[in-house]
C-alpha cells in the first residue's frame, strides 16, 4: 500500500501561481512513475503529466504544457506540481497518483494509488 496525501490547493487569480505537493508513504516511493490529474465539474477526469521514477522524465498534456512542471524529492517520498500562468479552465480539482508500470499513463484506470484531491480554482 502507498498513502498520498496532497497539499497546496486554494483559489488564485489568472496569471497567478501554485504549488501542488503530494507526499507518500508505505511502499517505496521511487518504485512508482507518479501523475497528476484534474477533474472540473461535471468532466471526465484529465491526465495532467507525469515524472520517472528517477525523476529524469516527464511528459505533459498540451493543455499545460509550458505552464506546469512537475519534479520529485525521492528522499522526502514528495511529488510536486508547479503550476504558473494558471487559467481559469484549470479550476478543477487536482489528484496525485502513483502508476506502477502497467498499461498507459495516460489512462487513470492504470494507477495503483491516489491521492485525496485537491480544489485549486482559478477566478478571471
Known amino acids: 500500500q502507498v498513502q498520498l496525501v496532497e497539499s497546496g490547493g486554494g483559489l488564485v487569480q489568472a496569471g497567478g501561481s501554485l504549488r501542488l505537493s503530494c507526499a507518500a508513504s508505505?511502499?517505496?516511493?521511487?518504485?512508482?512513475?507518479m501523475g497528476w490529474f484534474r477533474q472540473a465539474p461535471g468532466q471526465e477526469r484529465e491526465f495532467v503529466g507525469i515524472?520517472?521514477?528517477?525523476?529524469?522524465?516527464?511528459y505533459y498534456a498540451d493543455s499545460v504544457k509550458g505552464r506546469f512542471t512537475i519534479s520529485r524529492d525521492n528522499a522526502r517520498n514528495t511529488v510536486y506540481l508547479q503550476m504558473n500562468s494558471l487559467k481559469p479552465e484549470d479550476t478543477a480539482v487536482y489528484y496525485c497518483?502513483?502508476?506502477?508500470?502497467?498499461?498507459?499513463?495516460?489512462?487513470?484506470?492504470?494507477?495503483?494509488?491516489w491521492g485525496q484531491g485537491n480544489e485549486v480554482t482559478v477566478s478571471s
Open positions: 497518483a502513483a502508476h506502477g508500470g502497467g498499461g498507459s499513463y495516460i489512462n487513470s484506470k492504470n494507477y495503483d494509488y
Open positions: 508505505g511502499r517505496t516511493f521511487s518504485n512508482y512513475a
Open positions: 515524472i520517472s521514477l528517477s525523476g529524469g522524465s516527464t
